[in-house]
């Protein structure tokens, strides 16, 4: 076949071994390139040496961190996109910028392919080959995983024989994808629900045995929507998410242990940790709160929904998130202030909020002095709200007894 691909390559056994396998199956010489989004686990200088010495003729790393946090993460949080309401898309997030950079290189390195090391029964496969064939359709996908079929036994013996170095990690029990927003953890033990997670997953939240015995007291400052501060120091994103992973996971805050529907059909058993992601939906919620009307807030659930689902499924580069942005980005225009809460023992409490754009009015809310809501009005709203329900009760349920309309709620008896 001959020409170039460019691999994602993250230096463990799966792209290693792609290396070795695309020049054997196709007669293409390998540029990889890693892509660092903040793993934060990994030599990046060694993970380039350990590509030209498997048999990459170029190496490239670049460092895509602050585009991550402002061209993804942060929109992302702006939606209060979780999906399934629990995952903060971590990695699904990361995989468009990567799938990016990929289609970059091939075109600066005159490659004809891109490759990635994803399996065939996961979400990320289809992450990448939809970005790339948006992306640029002309250039070949290979999915060396995908396609050799081999077990991991079979790798590590391949690696043995073509002289691909094995690094420590490829004997761990799980599969780990991390970066700055969070890790995802999965396999080994984690594949049965019914076992408890074993605390070697985790690596960012400590232990409840570790937690401190005292609370600590946080702000985080939002405008339009956006982390700017924490508390009270102003910060780039990258810095402000950094810092804050560390303090929440101190206190425990940030585990998640999730049952997911994956794209593919099935259902998979997904550990992650993401201590600033959850701290930062949570904050950015209760801001929303304050500074949204009720039915802005209710139509924006149902968006953020349909976000979380969009990113997971891997139409970042599509005209539906264009749009579905451009109703975020509106709808976060008054989305600013301050949240203060506590991280407490793997809890988030919230303390106290304010903004410049709050809504809530102390003058109608209060029951104590300086009251000027109108209580008198409240008779006439409930007799026109309250209408159609009551003309229904007199034309329609005149034979219902008290004990009837009680019981039309019960669930039915447990079989014994």
Not at 85 to 96: H, I, K, N, Q, S
Not at 270 to 285: D, F, W
Request: some cysteine; glycine content about 8%; aromatic content about 8%.
């Amino acid at each position: 076949m001959g020409g170039k691909v460019v691999l994602a390559y993250s230096g463990g056994l799966d792209t290693s071994v792609a290396i070795k396998w695309i020049k054997e199956k196709y007669d293409l010489d390998v540029v990889t390139l890693t892509v660092d989004v903040g793993a934060n686990d990994r030599d990046l200088q060694t993970v380039k040496e350990r590509a030209l010495q498997i048999g990459a003729v170029k190496a490239l790393v670049r460092d895509v961190k602050d585009d991550f946090v402002k061209y993804f993460i942060w929109p992302a949080l702006q939606a209060g996109a979780l999906y399934e309401g629990e995952y903060p898309l971590a990695t699904a997030l990361a995989r468009p910028l990567i799938a990016w950079n990929l289609v970059q290189v091939a075109h600066e390195e005159g490659c004809t392919a891109v490759a990635h090391g994803c399996t065939g029964k996961g979400n990320d496969q289809v992450r990448f080959d939809i970005s790339t064939n948006v992306l640029d359709p002309s250039l070949k996908i290979i999915a060396p995983v995908r396609e050799w079929r081999m077990t991991r036994d079979e790798e590590i013996e391949y690696a043995k024989t073509n002289n691909i170095p094995l690094l420590s990690a490829s004997q761990k029990r799980f599969s780990v994808d991390q970066n700055l927003w969070g890790r995802s953890i999965e396999a080994g033990p984690l594949e049965d629900p019914w076992n408890e997670p074993p605390e070697e997953a985790y690596e960012w939240t400590s232990h409840p045995d570790e937690w401190p015995d005292l609370p600590e007291e946080i702000s985080i400052d939002f405008e339009k929507g956006i982390p700017i501060a924490l508390n009270g120091d102003r910060m780039d994103g990258t810095s402000l998410i950094t810092r804050l992973n560390d303090l929440a996971g101190k206190h425990g805050v940030g585990r998640i242990d999730h049952i997911e529907n994956r794209l593919v059909g099935i259902k998979s058993r997904e550990v992650y940790e993401a201590p600033s992601a959850v701290v930062l939906h949570k904050a950015h919620t209760w801001i929303e709160d304050l500074t949204m009307t009720r039915d802005a807030a209710r139509f924006k659930a149902k968006v953020a929904a349909e976000y979380a689902d969009m990113v997971y499924n891997g139409q970042w580069f599509s005209p539906l998130h264009q749009d579905l942005q451009a109703y975020v980005t509106s709808s976060q225009r008054f989305v600013t202030g301050t949240i203060r809460l506590k991280l407490y023992k793997g809890n988030i409490i919230k303390g106290g909020s304010q903004s410049p754009k709050s809504l809530y009015n102390f003058s109608l809310a209060t029951y104590d002095k300086g009251d000027q809501y109108n209580h008198d009005a409240a008779i006439g709203f409930i007799n026109i709200f309250g209408l159609s329900l009551r003309n229904q009760a007199q034309t329609q349920l005149k034979g219902n007894s008290a004990d009837d309309m009680l019981s039309l709620g019960a669930p039915e008896e447990p079989t014994k």
